[in-house]
């Protein structure tokens, strides 16, 4: 069975401190690492997909890595409208559509 | 309208009555999900449907009863339900050629903002 585990559970930071989540996974043959963003009473919404080891994805202030037991989102100097849950999900050889979801990283970003 | 909306936003319902979450997805996707959100738990996959045919049941309670009837809409029929499913139920659509990791734009799932459920 896929397992995913995020770390740290919460994660507060000051603005322009830059700082790194971890998501450590165990699957059976990976498919695919996936990276969401969640405001509170929001849907979760879609940053990054990676597939391989050392691949690395950007996009503003975020950086998703990946090796084979692992990924981390770098934040850089974040900002206030940072603050989010970050969610880590796979998907692994047993299904074409099951992500395995972890519990996220709550940040706060504090000005 | 844009994206995935979902209805209602808030339901209380007591444990005998029967209710519907509804949603829409506006994006032209093919696969349409159920997921559901509890406090200090992951994202709990319910059902998928991929043109329009139930291709994931996670071992769902029966009294969860999920209906595609076009590739647009998807409801999730509430029956009898328990206190402890009480949650935040999500909705999501994708472009799913080859699942999730298969075709393009792989792995991004279009979430609604969720129906929130409590039961009595």
């Known amino acids: 069975e896929d397992q995913v585990t995020q770390s740290p559970e919460a994660l507060r930071l000051q603005e322009g401190e830059s700082s790194s989540l971890n998501c450590s996974y165990t699957?059976?043959?990976?498919?695919?690492l996936f990276w969401y963003r969640q405001d509170p009473g929001k849907g979760p919404e879609f940053l990054f997909t990676?597939?391989?080891a050392g691949e690395e994805k950007e996009k503003e202030r975020l950086k998703a890595t990946l090796t084979k037991k692992e990924s981390f989102l770098h934040i850089t100097a974040p900002k206030p409208e940072d603050s989010a849950t970050y969610l880590c999900?796979?998907?692994?050889?047993?299904?074409?559509?099951?992500?395995?979801f972890g519990k996220g990283t709550l940040l706060t970003v504090n000005p | 309208e844009t994206g995935v909306t979902q209805t209602p936003r808030h339901l209380v319902m007591g444990m005998t009555n029967k209710k519907s979450l509804k949603c829409e997805q506006h994006?032209?996707?093919?696969?349409m999900y159920w997921y559901k959100q509890s406090a200090k738990k992951p994202l709990e996959l319910m059902f998928v449907?991929?043109?329009?045919?139930?291709?994931e049941n996670n071992s769902v309670p029966s009294r969860f009863s999920p209906e595609c009837p076009n590739s647009s809409h998807l409801f999730l029929h509430l029956h009898t339900l328990q206190p402890e499913d009480s949650a935040l139920y999500l909705c999501?659509?994708?472009?799913?050629?080859?699942?999730?990791?298969?075709?393009?734009?792989?792995?991004?799932?279009?979430f609604g903002e969720g129906s929130r459920l409590t039961v009595l």
């Open positions: 999501a659509s994708s472009q799913a050629g080859m699942g999730l990791a298969g075709g393009p734009n792989t792995g991004e799932l279009f």
């Open positions: 699957v059976s043959g990976l498919r695919g």
């Open positions: 990676l597939y391989s």
């Open positions: 999900a796979v998907n692994s050889g047993g299904s074409n559509y099951k992500l395995t």
């Open positions: 994006l032209g996707h093919n696969a």
């Open positions: 449907y991929s043109l329009e045919e139930r291709v």
